[in-house]
Each structure stands twice: as C-alpha cells, then as structure tokens.
C-alpha cells in the first residue's frame, strides 16, 4: 500500500512537470495565434493580454492581397504542386529499386546496393554548386522542377523500402510467377498493396522534407511567384517587418498544411523516423 | 534477415535491370556527376558568366593563407558554426532523452504530451523563424514583457553578445528536440521490460537499473541521435539567416550563409566550392570518428 502510495506521488509531481513544460512549449504557438488574430494595436499597445480582446480576420485577409513580391497563395500552391509530384516520383522510383533489390537476383546486385548506399556519407553541401550549375544548364531556374528532380537521386527510400519488401514473404512472389505473372505484375498487385504502411511512411517523410524545405528554393528562385512557401516567407519577413498581425498570420498559414498531416498521420511520422536509422 | 530465403530465379537478369534503371539515372546525374564535378570546380576561377580560368590549388590555398579577406570569413563562419553546434547538441540530446524517459512511464495524456513536445518538428525553419523573431521582440514580445513585469531590465535577444547565441539555442531546441524524443521512445520501448523484471528480484533500485539497463540498452539510439544532431545543426542556414540575419556585426554569421553568399551573390562559384569541400569533408571526418569513438563492442 505505501510503496503504491509512493509511485502515486512521483507519478503526480512528474505529471504536473509535465504539464508545465507542454504549457512552456505551447506559448510560442500560442502567441503566434493570438497575435494573428487581434488588431494590430493590440499587439504594439501598453497593455498586455494573452489572448485577443477584440477578435479580427483583418490579419489574415491582408495575406490575400498579394503584392508583385508578396503572394502568398501562389507559393502556397506550388509548395503543394512542387511536394506533390516529387513525392509521386520519388515513391515511385524508389520503390521499383527497392523490389529489385529486395526480391530479385541479379548480377553485381549487392556491390550496386552498397555502392548506392555509401553515397549516403556524402554531405549534401558538395553538391550544392554543381546541382545549382546542371538545374541552370537545363534552364529550370525559376521552375517548380528545379526543386522536384535533383531531389530524385537520394537513395535514403530505397534503404527503407528495400529492408519492408525483405521481410515480405517469400511464396507470395513464388505462387504469382507459377501463375505465369511476370515481374512488373508481381511488383503492383502483390509486393506494393502489402507494402503500404512503409510507402505512406516514406511518403509523408518525402512529402515534409520538400514541402518544408528553406535554402535550396532560396537559391534556384529569383522570380518571386515562383518561391515555394517556406522560401517565401522570407520576402514576406522583409516586406512586413513591422506589421506584427500580419506576419503571425502568414507564419500560421503555412503551419496549416504541415499540421493537418501530423494531426492525421501522426503514427506515420514515428514509424518514417523510427524504421531509418535505429532499427535493424 | 535475408538468410535461408531463396529470391526469385530471373531467366532474363536484364528484366530487374530495368526495375533500378530509373534510380540509378537521377542518382548518376544528381549525385554521382555533381560530387566529382565539385572537385573539378574546386580548381576553377569561375564568375559564372565568363570562361572558366584553372586556377589548381589557389581557391584551396587562399584558405588556408592567413590574412586573405576569405579566410579569415571562412574560418570565422567556421568557428560560429562550431559555437552553434556546442551550444545546440548537447541540450537537444540531454532534453530529448529526458523527454522521452518521462514519456516512457505510462503517464496519463502520455499521447497528447508526445504530441505537443513533437509538433514544432513538423513545422519549417521559416515559419518557426517569424514565430521567434517576435516571441524576442525588444518591446512587445512576450519575453521582454515578462522580464519586465519582474522588475529586471530588457534583453536585447537578437542584437547583444552573447544573447544572440541564446536565442538562436533556444529556437533550435524547441525545433529539434520531439524528432528525437520520438527515437528515444523507440529506443526504449525496444528494451525486454524482463530485463528490469529480474533486476528488481535481484533488489536493483531504479537509478542502478536506469544505469545498468535503459543507458547500455539504448547506446546504438545514442550514437545515431547524436551523429545526426551533430550533422543537422551543423548545416544550420535558415535560424540564423532570418532571426539574426548573421547578427550582431558577423557573430552569428555561419558557414552554410558565407559559401551562399559566396556562390550566389559574389558569384564565385571555383572558391564557394573549395569552401563546400572542406565543409564536407570535416563533415565525414567528424562522423567517422563519432562512430569510431562510440561504436558498442560486439
């Protein structure tokens, strides 16, 4: 009885730590949020609150009324068309590598796949002049494809996947080719449906790393219409510099779409960071 | 894992050729070509505009040439990034940890907390940037309204010495600690609860099982938390970019924003990548010896 006594009281003092530092982590949120929504003399006034005395969407129509260098709602759409189609293509070559190298037998096959992989050391700050000098020379500067191909040739979803489709079993594929199916046939109606937990794991995982990405749109866009958000923001920062409301409101808006997709993929999220590095 | 499994037998090995063909065309044009090419640009004089100059070891030379204006950028970009990684590594490890071992218990709201701590790691360095530039707002932001409110004077968070450093830690920790705690809590949740079982028969106490147990069994999570942070933040471009803008004077100013400017503004694109090469390799070199150091035996 006592010594439940005791884990009850540790188990009180730690939930209440806890709470305090979930409320500590919450507040730049939180201000964030009360911020963009209450007028601007609210925010610069003597007096201060939490949250709004005076609740407005001021702050947040003002993000709709894009300047030539503002435009807010354009990069947010290609932000999305951008994560889009490089996930899709991504996903989808990646995954084609990974059920060659995970069920089929070819020559040099091990010596590619670690030769692939140990590229993995080398750090991405290398090849950020000559990514830049090629996506020049194919004249996608200010192109959503300068920010949706160089992307494609990482091979960190191929390690993943590959580890996923080696853990499938076996007799499935076996069963498929006595039915006469032939490779391409196994690859999509067998190994891809069985492997959907990792597919949306990396998909998510790919998804977030392009959508949230800051300094390589920086440098391959000079055209402002052309930023993706993250990238945008920065313009917005130097052009709002001193309209408190409006800068929180952009930095809420482009908190949106990241939020939907931890709010809903939230066991995703885990397993993409889990099933990368520490496991086996 | 792949012991005693038999793989498919292809008549036509070219067929699974064409599986990887795909991979192996953006990885040879995006990865393979662009790492050697870095080198060969490396021995260039190059605006960008003009017909490349060789100009062999120079752009390395320069570097290492004490007294050159872009050396003495390049080291002291160096020597801040070094101060970011010391400042930022070792809270985030610490706190993710003792995150993750709070989280561990079966507290009630374990989920929402979890939650909570994780989401600013879903957010972009930009967004996360204008959050904290007005959190550290010299007059409204809250930070100075509450030091205020206890009788102490303003800080100058983004534009003092060694403020800047601070705030730039305390961003980069909100940020980054619930990515790890997450691997944390991986880590943890893989250790057989048989093994604390047995300890506590044997009359261990919880600090002897959280040092003879949880710390040896989560050693590997240790080492991959602790090569990735490391590699993270020393690529750090966007905190400083727009909370300190590389502020006060260059004290904040960090590699990553010296070899962009160096490239992209100055358009020297032979001494950006020599500076890119030394960087990267450092880079390979730290995590090696990281591993080499931390390795667990068997």
């Known amino acids: 009885m006592k010594y439940l006594k005791r884990i009850k009281i540790s188990y009180l003092a730690l939930f209440i730590i806890l709470l305090v530092l979930a ?9 964030m949020l009360s911020t963009a929504f209450r007028p601007e003399e609210e925010s610069i006034g003597i007096v201060f609150h939490w949250l709004p005395q005076k609740f407005t969407l001021e702050n947040f129509k003002g993000l709709f009324e894009d300047t030539s260098d ?65 996506v020049d020379k194919f004249h996608w500067i200010d192109t959503p494809w300068a920010m949706i191909i160089p992307g494609l040739g990482g091979v960190f979803g191929v390690f993943l996947l590959r580890q996923f489709f080696e853990g499938l079993p076996t007799e499935l594929d076996e069963a498929a080719r006595i039915d006469g199916a032939g490779l391409f046939r196994i690859y999509i109606k067998i190994i ?18 392009n959508w949230n990405d800051f300094l390589w749109p920086l440098i391959v866009t000079n055209d402002a219409s052309q930023r993706t958000l993250p990238a945008g923001l920065s313009i917005f920062q130097g052009e709002y510099m001193i309209y408190k409301g409006k800068l929180m409101a952009g930095a809420a808006f482009s908190a949106i779409l990241p939020l939907v997709f931890f709010l809903f993929g939230q066991k995703y ?7 990368g590095g520490v496991k086996e | 894992m792949k012991n005693g499994k038999t793989k498919l037998k292809v008549k036509n090995e070219w067929r699974a050729y ?32 003009t017909k490349p100059k060789f100009v062999g070891l120079d752009n390395f030379k320069n570097l290492f040439t004490p007294g050159t204006f872009d050396s003495s950028q390049f080291w ?70 509450y030091i205020q409110k206890f009788g102490l004077a303003k800080v100058n968070w983004l534009t003092d010495m060694p403020q800047a450093w601070i705030s730039l830690t305390i961003v980069t920790v909100w940020w980054c600690v619930g990515g790890n705690m997450v691997l944390f809590l991986a880590g943890l949740a893989d250790i057989p609860v048989t093994l604390y079982e047995s300890t506590r028969i044997d009359g261990a106490n919880s600090f002897q099982q959280f040092i003879y147990i949880t710390i040896p069994c989560l050693k590997r999570t240790l080492l991959y938390v602790l090569v990735m942070t490391n590699l993270a933040q020393f690529n750090v471009y966007g905190q400083p970019a727009m909370i300190t803008g590389g502020g ?26 020599a500076m890119s090469l030394i960087m990267g390799l450092f880079l390979i070199g730290f995590s090696v010896l990281q591993f080499k150091a931390l390795k667990p035996k068997a």
Request: aromatic share 16%; net charge positive.
């Open chain 1, 23 to 31: 409320f500590l982590w919450l507040v730049p949120v939180i201000w």
């Open chain 1, 70 to 134: 503002v435009q807010i709602m354009r990069w947010a759409l290609n932000s999305t068309f951008i994560a889009v189609v490089h996930t899709v293509l991504k996903l989808t070559i990646d995954s084609l590598a990974a059920f060659a190298f995970a069920r089929l037998t070819f020559r040099f096959k091990e010596t590619i796949f670690w030769f692939l992989m140990s590229t993995m050391m080398i750090p991405g700050v290398i090849n950020l002049i000559p990514v830049y000098i090629l």
């Open chain 1, 192 to 209: 891809m449906p069985l492997a959907k937990p990792a597919l949306t794991a990396l998909a998510i995982f790919t998804f977030m790393g």
């Open chain 1, 269 to 275: 999220f885990v397993k993409g960071i889990t099933l």
């Open chain 2, 18 to 49: 064409l599986f990887i063909l795909p991979l192996l065309f953006f990885f040879v044009l995006f990865l393979v070509v662009p790492t050697i090419q870095s080198i060969f640009i490396s021995f260039l004089d190059w605006d960008f505009l």
């Open chain 2, 76 to 145: 002291l970009s160096f020597l801040n990034t070094l101060i970011f990684v010391l400042c930022t590594v070792p809270p985030i490890v610490l706190l993710s940890l003792i995150f993750a071992l709070m989280l561990d218990k079966k507290i009630p709201g374990r989920n929402v907390f979890r939650g909570i701590f994780y989401l600013p790691a879903v957010l972009s360095v930009s967004c996360v940037a204008l959050m904290w530039v007005w959190m550290f707002d010299n007059d409204f932001g809250i930070l100075n309204i």
């Open chain 2, 248 to 273: 006060p004077g260059e004290s904040t100013q960090v590699l990553m924003m010296y070899i962009r400017n160096v490239a992209f503004s100055q358009f020297r694109m032979g001494a950006s990548t």
